[in-house]
Nanobody, 118 residues
């Protein structure tokens, strides 16, 4: 059983910063990639940022230059540093892991709310 546990969400004024953390725990062979998705009022969950083995990163255009994803392999933890937050960044942020146990599978965290006020 692999569990992803997020922390760091909250209420913040526009222009401020927040850092999200996601720790993977349980038994697994490897973490192939970890990332953050967000879901606003609609049903779609959109990619925010992803980091794969070798520290290659991908960002949504809307967050480039403002958000930074990083990982601590020793702690099986991924971070999302969010700067210059905007009201349109308001969403539930979900951690995602592409993790190999006996086979590769997707794992999701429970989600953490980020609310940015004007």
């Amino acid at each position: 059983q692999v569990t992803l546990v997020e922390s760091g969400g909250g209420l913040v004024e526009a222009g401020r910063s927040l850092t999200l953390s996601c720790a993977a725990s349980g038994s697994f062979l490897s973490i192939n990639s970890m990332g953050w998705y967000r879901q606003g009022p609609g049903p779609e969950r959109d990619l925010v940022a992803r980091i794969i083995s070798g520290d290659t990163t991908t960002y949504a255009d809307s967050v480039k230059g403002r958000f930074t994803i990083s990982r601590d392999n020793a702690k099986n933890t991924v971070y999302l540093q969010m700067n210059s937050l905007k009201p349109e960044d308001t969403a539930v942020y979900y951690c995602h892991g592409d993790i190999t146990q006996h086979y590769r599978s997707s794992k999701w965290g429970q989600g953490t709310q980020v609310t940015v006020t004007t």
